[in-house]
């Protein structure tokens, strides 16, 4: 078996897999692990060959790019592609989101996709990793810097910001991710806040598949005084909810992050004790300097082939 990053992730065992690709290839499955538009191939609305994702990460591909051409895969069910056997386990990243376990020929590949193993409220659960003999890691946030402060207490500040807004007697406007972070930022105000919360059509749109089964309240018409929850905001003194914004000085910018933190990351590779770790995305350079001092077998995945 032999692996590379190039078209996203190419996996290479006789017959080719795909872990999101930047494009579909005829005759090669394609596993897509999120609804992030990074991570769905561009072709997607006429793919090539065979695209399979999770029920969640299906519905929001549907609200944003249009109909079905995604298969599903459920989470901790085994499926077959060609000489690939595929696991899918929940990712805790956002609703959908999948790491897949992937084996081949009895050698065992575990692609984390983007990977948050606190969870969040809109998430189905907590990041689960199982234990393979390659980790291909996700390295958004590798790098000792980003250690982001308890998620409890940043919703918690981001319903304290909202009431001292309103009880002001303005309407505080949050911008947020549209898919993933928006539904969260609902759910926590839902959760922590009386506020009415208004979305934008757009997140309306994107969270109609959460808004069942996680209970979220919003509408698009206000009433009175509410938050405004949009992915595009204009105002001033908006709120900005991303783990991006851990260094920033303005009070309005809450370091909530649907990611691993450098620490969350390094007891994934810990926690599972493979024989080998690839990192992809962000500091995937730094983080495997990082885990090679420890020891670890480590490097980045680039565009040449690595035999497993
Ligand atoms: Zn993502």
Sequence with gaps: MRIRFRNGIEIDCGDRLLLDPVRTLR????LVSHAHSDHVPKDIGHPSGRVLATEGTAAL???????????????????????????????????????????CGGKTVFYT???????????????????????????????PRYRFPDPYKVRTDIAKWVAEEVSSGRSPVIEAYLVGKSQEVIALLNKYTNVEVVVSERVAEVSEPLKERFGLQYTTSPEG????????????????????ALFSKRREDFPLSAHADFDGLVSIVMGTNPERVLTVYGFSEEFARWLKKWGIDAQPLGGEWVEL
Aim: charged share 20%; hydrophobic share 35%.
């Design 61 to 103: 591909i549907e609200r944003r790019y249009g109909d079905g051409t995604v298969e599903v895969i459920h989470y901790n069910e085994g499926i077959e592609l060609g000489p690939f056997e595929v696991y899918a386990f929940p990712a805790g990243h956002i609703y959908g989101s999948a790491g897949f376990l992937i084996n």
């Design 225 to 244: 005084p509410h938050v405004l929850v949009t992915h595009r905001a204009r105002t001033n003194g908006k709120a900005r909810v991303t783990g991006w």
């Design 27 to 30: 005759d090669v499955p394609s």
């Design 113 to 143: 996709g983007d990977v948050n193993p606190l969870g969040g409220l809109t998430v189905e659960s907590p990041a689960r990793i199982p234990s393979s003999d390659v980790l291909v890691v996700e390295s958004t946030y590798g790098h």
